[in-house]
Nanobody, 116 residues
Framework: VQLQASGGGLVTPGGSLRLSCVASGSIGKMLTMGWYRQAPGRPSDLVARIFFSSATAQYADSVKGRFTISRRDAQNAVDLLMTSVKTEDAGVYYC??????????WGQGTLVTVSS
C-alpha cells in the first residue's frame, strides 16, 4: 500500500490550506485515514483522522473548529482542510492509514510552513 500526500506549502497566519492523501495498492478494508504532524524537536501528534465506515472524525483539541477532515470513499483518499491556520500548525504532516487487519501505513510527509 502506498500513500501519496500532497498540498503542503506556505500559508500565512489566518489562511487556509488543503492537504490530500490517496492510498493505492492492496488496501483491503480501510479502517481509518488521517494526518499526524511533527514539529521540529517534538514527537508526532495526531491532527485528525476519519473512520471510513462511519465517516466519524476525530481531531486534536488544538485544531477543533478550524480543520476539517473528509474522505473520498471510492478513491481511498482523505482531505484535510486547514482554516484559520496558526503558526503552531506548522510542521511536517504525515498521512496515515490503518486497515481492519491491523496493517498500518505512512505517507512520505508534506511540509506546512506558516509565515507572513
Amino acid at each position: 500500500v502506498q500513500l501519496q500526500a500532497s498540498g503542503g506549502g506556505l500559508v500565512t497566519p489566518g489562511g487556509s490550506l488543503r492537504l490530500s492523501c490517496v492510498a493505492s495498492g492492496s488496501i483491503g478494508k480501510m479502517l481509518t485515514m488521517g494526518w499526524y504532524r511533527q514539529a521540529p524537536g517534538r514527537p508526532s501528534d495526531l491532527v485528525a483522522r476519519i473512520f471510513f465506515s462511519s465517516a466519524t472524525a476525530q481531531y486534536a483539541d488544538s485544531v477543533k473548529g478550524r480543520f476539517t477532515i473528509s474522505r473520498r470513499d471510492a478513491q481511498n483518499a482523505v482531505d484535510l482542510l486547514m482554516t484559520s491556520v496558526k503558526t503552531e500548525d506548522a510542521g511536517v504532516y504525515y498521512c496515515n492509514a490503518m486497515m481492519y487487519d491491523n496493517r498500518e501505513y505512512w505517507g512520505q510527509g508534506t511540509l506546512v510552513t506558516v509565515s507572513s
